[in-house]
């Protein structure tokens, strides 16, 4: 039988697509072929579409059975509860950004969120049943009112006492002080900012109202929080100017240190729209731009360098993996009210941050409610959150529950409703959706390549560990973590019912006619060649066996109802190993999966997918541990060198680099800033003996301002200017505490020292 598909060309093929996100080319024959049944079974296409669920061979009860699972775990989002919580601390913005939608540039009309109404809304969002949340500061420009920022943090981690808070800032940064600096590293808020390209694009297109070059100074904020080991992030903005500059603005983001950029297409809203003859362009145009983008990241990837696009991120890890990332914009239903809410400054509270957007142009149809007046539970049970809900679902819209791609994509009401007045959208040349079509068009034409495939998936370990020994080979472009790395049991390979059996020892043979309740246990050969040795009951395999699987590998372990269950081993013909937990088939729970080149996974599984844990390699005397949540990679690495030391902290693409500890075999520790393997930056060395430099690094030396301490206890040290890890200039000499002198050094050489009073 045939299941659900949807189709398209592409080039010269037809892709066909299914509702579990699988795909598949076909040439026109043998789409003829598919569609008419006449596929030859043994065929390996036919093999790859039966096992993508495109074909099976049992009843349609089968198909739903089987299926039924992956669509469940693909909307769980649905029950979380809303995670994303955006606080609207201000209206005022310094930016005259050409595009925008969202801010008052008139400092008579500026509003600022009170304590009142910013306690409120953190009690409101407080009550919502998800225990991860993120609670995200926008404006206008939020850091025009930094007080609030500090009040709604300090109060959230004074009542909080159950849910884990994430603290994120969307700012153009022009207004950071050291102040807030601090401030951001004592609570972790990570910081995304806005960077358009390169200095003439990027001041062209976000124009501060009083600053000249906004570009120089996002640049000196940005080096600011590369220096404090602030976590940021930047997004771009396309305008019609930006067509130009594909490679250029890809290589703006990497010199500020980034490995990504999110290439945002123009939303037609707002004064965007008003202004859309000068800074719009037609869907072919952005299309053109978009794949240039794309083929110059392609190529970096393909040199060793770690970059990847975000729009490109979040499609490939549902192309490729069947899981997508928890993205609003793209998701059946949308983000709306369940996945993000927005607390206006005045205490009103929107569906999302596009809501609150079209408020600002007049319009508060996206409104649900206000922070005075009911509560989190009347806001999800609310007749605007159900209606959103419902008609943001793909699968019951007309068109798109006939397009190829469905499984990949998502809506935006309040973009149907500012362009059609419809939260439906009753075109098919919708702007938003002609984009994301053609973003996929893009995308698909360059997974018929095998190469791409490989650079998009960046999970062949075995494959890639023998051309490049480094482990950022581990995921590559769509951070999907470590999905589809393993060679993990598929769905028809599971035991099945003990009916038709060849006795090996004599007892039974032919078809078992019955069976009672009580346990049994044997050794069986399956008509299909497969073996089984251990318990059974009602014809079912039950309790603790060995099943042998004719062209996979061995199961050794528990079984519930005829499925892998409880506790047990499975090792692969390639040798590759799994000892842990199982559930209905699929490896669930704790468990340690070993590659059979060495490659370890150490945590959680969830669905056959390695989950949250630790991924150890160890090559040439080096040790490699990759930290992974919820599917995927941090940027957290530990790394123990058999003859120098270990390493902890960060990395970027395939170096070390940002924050971390170097531990060495002679008992010498470094703890700082790291720049692709460097000591750079700010940090501590401490030699064994008790000395200790705090000060500034750069190419791996002492270089800058300093203290070395000659002793553990500190009581005598030299303060000043080193060059090349030697004192080099003038220098404070600390003897003891009450004893003095100002030096000067040359190279390491003191060749002046006078007498020296505080000032």
């Known amino acids: 039988m045939i299941g659900p598909f949807n189709f398209k060309k592409i080039n010269n093929k037809l892709l066909i697509t299914n509702d579990l996100g699988n795909y598949e080319y076909l040439t026109k024959d043998e789409f003829y072929q598919f569609v008419n049944k006449k596929l030859d079974s043994s065929s390996d296409l036919y093999c790859r579409l039966k096992e993508k669920m495109f074909l099976f061979d049992d009843s349609i009860e089968y198909y739903v059975k089987a299926v039924s699972p992956h669509l469940r775990s693909s909307k769980s989002y649905l029950y979380a509860a809303t995670s994303l919580h955006i606080f609207v601390v201000s209206n005022y913005c310094n930016s005259n950004c050409i595009y925008c939608q969202a801010q008052s540039n008139q400092l008579n009309s500026c509003k600022m ?13 407080l009550h919502s049943p998800q225990k991860e949340l993120n609670f995200e500061f926008q404006g206008g420009e939020p850091l025009s009112n930094f007080e609030i920022i500090k009040y709604i943090v300090e109060y959230t981690n004074s009542v909080n006492k159950e849910k884990t808070i994430q603290y994120s800032l969307v700012s153009n940064l022009s207004l950071l002080t050291d102040e807030m ?79 990504n950029i999110f290439i945002r297409p123009l939303t037609p809203l707002g004064y965007a729209l008003d202004k859309w003859d000068k800074i719009g362009y037609t869907v072919d145009e952005f299309k053109t731009f978009y794949k240039q983008c794309l083929n110059y990241i392609l190529e970096i990837n393909k040199k060793g360098i770690f970059f990847k696009e975000g729009h490109a991120s979040i499609f490939l890890s549902k192309i490729l993996g069947g899981v997508g990332i928890n993205y609003m914009e793209l998701r059946s239903p949308c983000g709306a009210s369940i996945g993000q809410l927005a607390y206006y400054y005045d205490g009103n509270i929107y569906t999302c941050d596009e809501g609150r957007m079209l408020k600002e142009m007049g319009d508060e149809s996206f409104k649900i409610g206000n922070v005075f007046k009911g509560t989190y539970d009347t806001m999800a049970e609310s007749k605007l959150t159900k209606t959103i809900c419902k008609y943001s679902i793909l699968e019951g819209l007309p068109q798109c529950s006939e397009c190829a791609y469905l499984p990949y994509c998502g809506t935006c009401p309040v973009v149907n409703y500012a362009l059609e007045k419809d939260i439906v959208s009753h075109s098919m040349h919708n702007y938003r959706c002609q984009i994301y079509k053609g973003m996929l068009d893009i995308i698909f034409e360059l997974l018929q390549n095998e190469e791409n495939i490989d650079i998009f998936r960046g999970v062949d370990l075995m494959k890639r560990f023998k051309k490049k020994r480094w482990l950022i080979a581990f995921i590559v472009f769509c951070v999907m973590g470590c999905v589809a790395i393993m060679p993990t049991p598929s769905d028809t390979s599971k035991p099945a019912k003990v009916e038709k059996v060849q006795s090996l020892n004599g007892k039974y043979g032919g078809k078992i006619a019955s069976l009672e ?33 004719k062209d996979l590998g061995v199961y050794e372990g528990n079984f519930k109802k005829g499925k892998r269950s409880g506790k047990g081993t499975f090792i692969w013909n390639d040798q590759s190993i799994y000892v842990g937990q199982w559930k209905n088939d699929k490896i669930n729970g704790k468990g340690e999966y070993i590659f059979a080149d060495g490659g370890q996974l150490k945590g959680t599984f969830k669905n056959n997918v390695f989950n949250k844990g630790k991924y150890t390699l160890t090559q040439n005397d080096v040790t490699y541990k990759y930290n992974i949540k919820k599917g995927l990679l941090t940027n957290q690495i530990e790394i123990a060198y058999a003859n120098h030391g270990n390493y902890k902290g960060t990395y970027e693409g395939n170096k070390l680099t940002g924050t971390g500890t170097f531990t060495y075999n002679n008992s010498d520790n470094y703890f700082g800033s790291i720049t692709e393997g460097k000591k750079q930056g700010t940090g501590t060395y401490t030699w064994a003996s008790g000395a200790k430099y705090i000060g500034n690094w750069e190419n791996d030396m002492m270089n800058g301002t300093g203290t070395y ?51």
């Open 113 to 125: 969120m009170t304590k009142e109404i910013a306690k409120k809304s953190v009690d409101f969002a």
């Open 181 to 259: 600096i601090e401030f951001f590293k004592k609570y972790n808020v990570s910081i995304s900012t806005s960077l358009d390209g390169h200095e003439l694009l990027h001041n062209y297109n976000r124009p501060l109202s009083n600053y000249p070059n906004t570009y120089k100074l996002l640049g000196k904020t940005i080096a600011k929080l590369k220096e404090n080991n602030i976590p940021y992030g930047a997004i771009q903005t396309t305008t019609k100017k930006s067509l130009k500059y594909p490679q250029e603005i890809i290589n703006e983001y990497r010199e500020k240190g980034l490995n």
């Open 517 to 549: 309740e009580d346990v049994h246990s044997d050794k069986f050969t399956f008509d299909s060649g497969d073996s089984y040795d251990g318990k059974w009951s009602k014809k079912v395999i039950q309790g603790k066996g060995k099943y042998t699987y």
């Open 709 to 759: 301490y000659y002793t553990m206890d500190k009581s005598s040290s030299l303060e000043g200017n080193f060059s090349n890890n030697v004192p080099n200039g003038e220098c404070i000499y600390k003897k003891s505490s009450t004893e003095k002198y100002k030096t000067y050094w040359e190279n390491g050489n003191c060749v002046k020292v006078e007498g020296y009073k505080d000032e």
